[in-house]
C-alpha cells in the first residue's frame, strides 16, 4: 500500500536550517534504501503558486501568497509500506529530525493513503 504524507506547518516558519536539510537527506537515504520511499519534495512559498477554483460553474485562478491560510503544505512524501503503522512510523521519524535540529518548528505531518487500480476490483 501506499501513502501520502503531507507536512504542514505555518509559512512565516522562514527557510529551514542546514543542519535540518542535511538529517533528511539521511533519513530519506534510509527510507530509500529499506525500499519504503517513492517520491519526496519540498514547495515553494505559496506566493510563487496559485489556486485554480471551480465554484457555482465559474472557474478562477487566485496567485498565492493564500493569507487566509492558518497552515500549508510545505513538502510531501509517497511511502510504499506494509501497513498504516509503518507510514505513521515514518512521519514520527521525519518530525523527530525536525524536533532536533529546529528548535521551535512546530507542523505536523498528514497521512492519506493512495488508491490502487486493485481497490476497484476488475476492470
Known amino acids: ?7 504542514k506547518s505555518t509559512e512565516t516558519s522562514g527557510p529551514p536550517p542546514q543542519a535540518l536539510m542535511d538529517a533528511i537527506m ?3 537515504e534510509e527510507a530509500t ?3 519504503a520511499m517513492v ?3 519540498g514547495l515553494y ?7 485554480v477554483r471551480l465554484s457555482n460553474g465559474k472557474l ?3 496567485d498565492g501568497p493564500f493569507t487566509e491560510t492558518k497552515e500549508i503544505i510545505g513538502g510531501y512524501a ?18 523527530g529530525v525536525h524536533q532536533a535540529h529546529w528548535p521551535g518548528w512546530e507542523g505536523e505531518v498528514e497521512l492519506r493513503q493512495i488508491f490502487d487500480p486493485s ?3 476488475p476492470a
Open 26 to 28: 539521511r533519513l530519506g
Open 45 to 51: 512559498p505559496s506566493a510563487m503558486g496559485a489556486r
Open 33 to 35: 534504501r529499506a525500499g
Open 39 to 41: 517520491e519526496t519534495g
Open 60 to 62: 478562477s485562478v487566485t
Open 78 to 95: 509517497v511511502y510504499r509500506v506494509q501497513s498504516k503503522a509503518e507510514a505513521i512510523e515514518w512521519s514520527k521519524r521525519f518530525l
Open 119 to 121: 481497490d476497484f476490483g
Open 1 to 7: 500500500m501506499k501513502f501520502m504524507t503531507l507536512v
